[in-house]
């Protein structure tokens, strides 16, 4: 798909919890796939991913926490082009949960203004700690992490049977 020029698109940003999760499904199978495509060792996990499965375990955090879902919506074609989840727990640690942006609005600003606002919010709540995963083989998306302070910690291995 070709990227839109920054004229040809006007981009809205709602704010809301859980309440907007429905709202994410069609981004959220984009990047499972994506996330499927790139996995070195786990295809068969995101293969078995569900936005049902996933929809389940975000709710679950309500439970002890919080989640609030940033959306980037176009205005001239109504479709949700990005998004981000971010949740915070009793520990106040936050986590950015999930960020996508579809490919044709990459480049334009849409991930930074999704990640600042799930940043803001997280803040807001006053998380001690702020955390996010990366897929093993989705290391491109280490630059852009870097940019809001995000640095490996860790790699966490887990056995295949």
């Not at 309440?19 to 069609?26: M, R, S, V």
């Not at 060792?41 to 879902?69: A, D, N, P, Q, W």
């Not at 803001?120 to 302070?149: H, I, M, P």
Request: glycine share 6%.
């Amino acid at each position: 798909m070709a990227k839109h020029s920054t004229t040809s698109f006007k981009i809205k940003y709602v704010h809301g919890n859980q309440n907007l999760i429905d709202a994410i499904e069609l981004l959220w199978e984009s990047l499972n796939q994506l996330m499927c495509e790139r996995s070195i060792y786990f295809k068969h996990h995101f293969l078995g991913m569900t936005f049902e499965k996933r929809k389940v375990e975000l709710l679950e955090k309500v439970s002890s926490g919080e989640i609030h879902i940033d959306l980037a919506v176009d205005e001239v074609t109504g479709n949700s082009v990005g998004y981000v989840v971010s949740s915070i727990d009793s520990n106040k640690t936050g986590v950015i949960e999930s960020v996508y942006v579809s490919e044709a609005y990459r480049g334009f600003g849409l991930g930074d203004r999704l990640m600042r606002n799930a940043l803001s919010w997280l803040d807001e709540k006053n998380a001690l700690v702020k955390v996010l995963d990366v897929t093993v083989g989705n290391e491109a998306v280490y630059s852009f992490y870097f940019r809001y302070g995000f640095l490996p910690r860790q790699t966490q291995l887990k056995q295949v049977k």
